[in-house]
């Protein structure tokens, strides 16, 4: 009997250990990032891209550089290597000229990895109203007071770009609540910004980050303010795991009828994403931008990216050469499914187009960075860089 029993345990022991063993291979990082110096004729499409909104980004980008490191995987060097193109970008006439002249071009790549996955978002329309009454009953909250956010960069380098959001309790860091509990309770120590007529509305501006709202009759920014730490599930692989859509068929747009077509069971599918996104209103200024992204700055239509910030840095040029959107973009916004070395997030800016656009995109490509020629001479043909 004991003998039997051993038998058993031994099996189970190393059962376990093999599905832990095909856990870790199959999660494995894709390897160091590498960089290549190429020229800028190996860009696809270099010459017939049109750089001037991705120099009225780098721009604005250069207004908020400060001193120190770039950030990322460390390959950016300092702030100081970038005042000299921030200067002359000031003046520059030729965009793409610019960029030829002040930059070398590198192939981002990362075990073998060459290409990856390009998507887009973009910025809602919303309807909503201060006071709660008729449809406007979904409300959208500020950040909460008791929300406490730690980067945990300030504690060790090899954690740059990451974070984690909690409450106290005493003197311990707790998770904070997930959505359904949100949703089911509410947060009456949040401050209320206003209440939207449509759920789904709101579930999609937490997912795009940022929006506008028609509040009351005065059109406003919603802005994002801060998270409420918990991991991020894109409802497209809840919808497909539970059979209710097809993975060849999932679209922002299908989603959304999908949602708005089932409203009960619609809930339980948003609320299976834990992830709870804060606001703050703003006026709209500059019509033609976006919200501020992560880097502090107004985000272009077709110009920004968003990126993964424990590999790349914030305020970089980037080149996309994928099937769908493609050409030159400044590195300004994060995302929670932005994660790996060859991978992308265009912004498409605000309104019913945009939208459109940034729901079907999905497109394998290529990604590029370009470097100041300081840095480019430090880093030589290659270089690896570790993983986060």
């Given at each position: 009997?004991?003998?039997?029993?051993?038998?058993?345990?031994?099996?189970?022991?190393?059962?376990?250990?093999?599905?832990?063993?095909?856990?870790?291979?199959?999660?494995?990082?894709?390897?160091?990032?590498?960089?290549?110096?190429?020229?800028?004729?190996?860009?696809?499409?270099?010459?017939?891209?049109?750089?001037?909104?991705?120099?009225?980004?780098?721009?604005?980008?250069?207004?908020?550089?400060?001193?120190?490191?770039?950030?990322?995987?460390?390959?950016?060097?300092?702030?100081?290597?970038?005042?000299?193109?921030?200067?002359?970008?000031?003046?520059?006439?030729?965009?793409?000229?610019?960029?030829?002249?002040?930059?070398?071009?590198?192939?981002?790549?990362?075990?073998?990895?060459?290409?990856?996955?390009?998507?887009?978002?973009?910025?809602?329309?919303?309807?909503?109203?201060?006071?709660?009454?008729?449809?406007?009953?979904?409300?959208?909250?500020?950040?909460?007071?008791?929300?406490?956010?730690?980067?945990?960069?300030?504690?060790?380098?090899?954690?740059?770009?990451?974070?984690?959001?909690?409450?106290?309790?005493?003197?311990?860091?707790?998770?904070?609540?997930?959505?359904?509990?949100?949703?089911?309770?509410?947060?009456?120590?949040?401050?209320?910004?206003?209440?939207?007529?449509?759920?789904?509305?709101?579930?999609?501006?937490?997912?795009?980050?940022?929006?506008?709202?028609?509040?009351?009759?005065?059109?406003m920014r919603v802005?994002?303010?801060?998270?409420?730490?918990?991991?991020?599930?894109?409802?497209?692989?809840?919808?497909?795991?539970?059979?209710?859509?097809?993975?060849?068929?999932?679209?922002?747009?299908?989603?959304?009828?999908?949602?708005?077509?089932?409203?009960?069971?619609?809930?339980?599918?948003?609320?299976?994403?834990?992830?709870?996104?804060?606001?703050?209103?703003?006026?709209?200024?500059?019509?033609?931008?976006?919200?501020?992204?992560?880097e502090g700055v107004?985000?272009?239509?077709?110009?920004?990216?968003?990126?993964?910030?424990?590999?790349?840095?914030?305020?970089?040029?980037?080149?996309?050469?994928?099937?769908?959107?493609?050409?030159?973009?400044?590195?300004?916004?994060?995302?929670?499914?932005?994660?790996?070395?060859?991978?992308?997030?265009?912004?498409?800016?605000?309104?019913?187009?945009?939208?459109?656009?940034a729901g079907t995109?999905?497109?394998?490509?290529?990604?590029?960075?370009?470097?100041?020629?300081?840095?480019?001479?430090?880093?030589?043909?290659?270089?690896?860089?570790?993983?986060?």
């Amino acid at each position: 009997m004991k003998k039997g029993a051993g038998f058993i345990a031994l099996l189970l022991f190393l059962l376990l250990a093999a599905g832990i063993g095909w856990v870790w291979w199959s999660q494995q990082k894709p390897g160091p990032l590498r960089l290549t110096r190429v020229t800028f004729d190996d860009l696809p499409g270099w010459t017939h891209n049109d750089a001037a909104p991705a120099l009225a980004a780098f721009r604005r980008s250069c207004a908020v550089l400060g001193t120190g490191a770039m950030g990322g995987a460390g390959y950016a060097g300092t702030a100081r290597d970038w005042r000299g193109p921030c200067d002359r970008a000031a003046a520059a006439k030729n965009a793409r000229r610019f960029f030829e002249q002040n930059f070398t071009p590198f192939a981002i790549g990362a075990g073998g990895q060459k290409t990856g996955l390009f998507t887009g978002y973009y910025e809602p329309q919303l309807r909503g109203s201060r006071k709660r009454h008729g449809r406007y009953q979904t409300p959208v909250y500020g950040l909460p007071p008791d929300l406490i956010r730690v980067d945990l960069g300030l504690f060790s380098p090899r954690f740059h770009g990451e974070h984690v959001s909690g409450r106290l309790a005493g003197q311990k860091l707790v998770p904070y609540a997930p959505r359904a509990v949100i949703d089911q309770n509410g947060l009456p120590e949040a401050p209320v910004l206003f209440y939207g007529d449509d759920p789904v509305a709101i579930f999609f501006l937490q997912i795009q980050g940022s929006g506008r709202v028609m509040l009351d009759g005065q059109p406003m920014r919603v802005a994002y303010a801060g998270e409420n730490g918990q991991p991020y599930t894109a409802i497209g692989h809840t919808l497909v795991a539970r059979g209710a859509l097809a993975r060849s068929e999932l679209s922002l747009q299908t989603i959304r009828a999908w949602l708005k077509a089932h409203p009960e069971a619609g809930r339980a599918v948003m609320e299976s994403d834990k992830s709870f996104v804060f606001f703050r209103l703003a006026p709209v200024g500059d019509a033609a931008l976006g919200s501020p992204g992560a880097e502090g700055v107004n985000l272009t239509p077709l110009a920004s990216l968003a990126v993964d910030p424990r590999l790349h840095p914030l305020g970089a040029p980037f080149f996309v050469a994928s099937d769908g959107p493609g050409g030159l973009f400044v590195a300004q916004d994060i995302g929670g499914a932005i994660r790996g070395p060859v991978r992308g997030d265009v912004f498409f800016g605000f309104g019913n187009d945009a939208e459109r656009r940034a729901g079907t995109t999905k497109a394998e490509g290529r990604l590029f960075v370009l470097l100041p020629d300081a840095v480019a001479a430090r880093l030589g043909p290659a270089r690896d860089f570790p993983a986060p």
